[in-house]
Every structure is written in structure tokens, then in C-alpha cells.
């Protein structure tokens, strides 16, 4: 499905802090609610609550019960607008899968092509990626997630492309695209993805600390 157009002044970059194993880990997305009436000093908390409301269960779904979700962290494209956060618990959204989770550089891999009706000028189509820790070891054989997993971080990355509801702007939706633009020069497209794919292998990467 295409997304539907949207510039960078209706741009939100939400941060998503997981604990997993005790090792601070974060997913960074780049979101937009096309054709939002959302104003300057609203968009990142709507952004952060419209989340919380619409998706963080589908993330949970994706994560043992040894991890969590503890922050949700906004800022806007572009200059101007007011960064949001919001701190959460241990025990506010744990992961919904019982058991231990596999060591926190190790991730479930989402993968968003770009709508080929976009304009760039690359020779591939350009790509973007989201690795999802805290993956239960029970649903994991040998070395690659089960379909239960698999099926989980596909919902997980349909409501990235599909988009869900604005908590505070009835009517009004929210998408990931592909990249924030920069530079944060204002009333700049933002590139729409056409395709979004849960891997059915695992990912890792090097751990790198979190700005807290």
C-alpha cells in the first residue's frame, strides 16, 4: 500500500527505549500524519501517545517478559516544534511473551522498501530498517524465530505502513517513512514505503550506548 504524502513539518522522530537483560536498547522511528491539523506544540506528545495507545501492544507481542518498554521520547523534523518524553516503569509494559529474552544486541529484523513511485535518484531502491529486541528464547528453534514470532513483528510492521489513529486528532493518522530529511529544512517531502517485511531470521548489532 502506498502512504499518502506528507512533509517534514508533520514529521516526529519517536524513540522507543527498551530494557532488555538490563542493557539499555532503543528503536528509533521517523513518523507522519499527513495532512494533520496537529499543531507545533501538540505533534510530539500526540505522536508518543497515539503510539502508547495504537502499537505498543503489538510490540510487546514481540518480546519476552524479561524486557520492557521504559521511555517514549518525540522530536519534531524540523525546528521550532517542543520535544515530548515520558517515562515509564518496569512493570508499566512489560513484554507479553513468558520467559527470558535472547541478549539484547540480538533483534528481530524489520525491513520498509520505498514506494517506487517516489522521486530518487539511487540505482536500488532504497531501504530502512528497525531491529526489535527482547525476542523470547521460547520462540526461538536453532538459530531462527518460529512463525508465532514471525507472525508477531509482520503485525508489528504492517501498523508501520498501514498507519493508526491519532489519539488527539480525530481523523488524522500516523505513518513510519522511511527517513527524517536532513537537512531540517522545512516543507520537504518525506519518502513513503511501499513494503514492509518481517525477516524470518534474527539480526544482531554492535551495542552502543543510549543517550538517557
Given at each position: 500500500m502506498s502512504q499518502p504524502d506528507c512533509k517534514n513539518d508533520l514529521g516526529v522522530i519517536l524513540t522507543v527505549g527498551i530494557v532488555c537483560n538490563a542493557d539499555r536498547c532503543a528503536i528509533v522511528l521517523p513518523l507522519g500524519a499527513p495532512g494533520s491539523s496537529i499543531g507545533i506544540y501538540d505533534i510530539c506528545t500526540d505522536a508518543m501517545l497515539s503510539f502508547q495507545t495504537s502499537v505498543m501492544s503489538k510490540l510487546l507481542a514481540c518480546m519476552a517478559a524479561?524486557?520492557?518498554?521504559?521511555?517514549?521520547?518525540?522530536?519534531?523534523?524540523?525546528?521550532?516544534?517542543?520535544?515530548?518524553?515520558v517515562d515509564y516503569d518496569s512493570t508499566a509494559h512489560v513484554g507479553s511473551v513468558t520467559g527470558e529474552a535472547l541478549p539484547s544486541n540480538t533483534g528481530g529484523l524489520m525491513v520498509f522498501y520505498r514506494d517506487p513511485a517516489g522521486t530518487f535518484t539511487s540505482a536500488r531502491t532504497p531501504v530502512g530498517k528497525n531491529t526489535v529486541p527482547g525476542v523470547p528464547t521460547s520462540q526461538v528453534v536453532g538459530d531462527k524465530p518460529n512463525n508465532?514470532?514471525?507472525g508477531h513483528l509482520q503485525d508489528l510492521a504492517d501498523?508501520?505502513?498501514?498507519?493508526?489513529?491519532?489519539?488527539?486528532?480525530?481523523?488524522?493518522?500516523?505513518y513510519r517513512y522511511l527517513r527524517a530529511p536532513f537537512p531540517r529544512t522545512p516543507n520537504t517531502n518525506l519518502a513513503g514505503?511501499?513494503?514492509?517485511?518481517a525477516r524470518g531470521y534474527l539480526a544482531t548489532q554492535r551495542r552502543r550506548f543510549i543517550p538517557r
Open positions: 524479561s524486557s520492557y518498554v521504559s521511555f517514549l521520547s518525540a522530536e519534531p523534523m524540523i525546528d521550532g516544534g517542543l520535544p515530548g518524553r508465532t514470532y514471525v501498523a508501520m505502513q498501514d498507519g493508526w489513529d491519532s489519539a488527539g486528532s480525530p481523523g488524522d493518522r500516523w514505503i511501499a513494503n514492509s517485511q
